[in-house]
């Protein structure tokens, strides 16, 4: 049996990286002097339904590990609600995922890439029907004791911000 050796530290590609401590004996990482930031996560996805499997995993691994297990229900299914309505407006686009917690609420944003409407009427309709594909959303929300909406980015953004607070 051979006596046990460290693993050996791989070298940084950063010519900084060898001013860094070893790991375990960084004492600003555990200084209580630095107030909790809170979670902040953002994912880029490809634009399609099956992406809501991916941001389901990434919200439900993400928010108990950041103490806010008792989110965790309603963010995960308003996050599935919101990529796989989302993707289906802008199928092939690429979507923006933003989860922030601050101020006592969960923060979920999601952009997509769908282009503005020249024709006032159309743009009318694809609203109503966007609202209406995000009922269950707006119910999960609605009971959660929280709010949602959709705005147009403003340029030089384009695209539709879809976004949700979740007050823990």
């Known amino acids: 049996m051979q006596p046990y050796a460290p693993p050996l530290r791989r070298a940084a590609l950063c010519p900084a990286g060898a001013l860094l401590p070893a790991p375990g004996a960084a004492p600003y990482l555990r200084s209580k ?3 909790h930031r809170g979670l902040v996560l953002s994912l880029t996805l490809p634009g399609d339904p099956r992406s809501a499997a991916v941001g389901r995993r990434a919200v439900a691994a993400a928010l108990p590990a950041c103490g806010l297990r008792s989110l965790a229900w309603p963010a995960v299914l308003a996050v599935s609600e919101l990529i ?3 993707a289906a407006f802008t199928p ?3 979507l923006y995922l933003s ?3 601050g101020d006592g609420a969960l923060r979920l944003v999601l952009w997509d890439q769908h282009p503005r409407h020249a024709d006032p009427d159309t743009l009318a309709l694809c609203e109503v ?3 209406r594909a995000l009922w269950l959303l707006s119910a ?3 009971d959660w004791g929280g ?6 980015g403003r340029p030089p953004h384009q695209g539709i911000k879809t976004w949700t607070n979740l007050p823990h």
Do not use: I, K, M, Q
């Open 33 to 35: 002097s630095r107030p």
């Open 84 to 86: 796989a309505v989302n």
């Open 92 to 94: 092939g686009r690429e």
């Open 99 to 101: 989860l922030r917690h």
């Open 129 to 131: 029907r966007r609202r």
């Open 140 to 142: 999960v929300v609605d």
């Open 147 to 152: 709010d949602w909406g959709v705005s147009e």
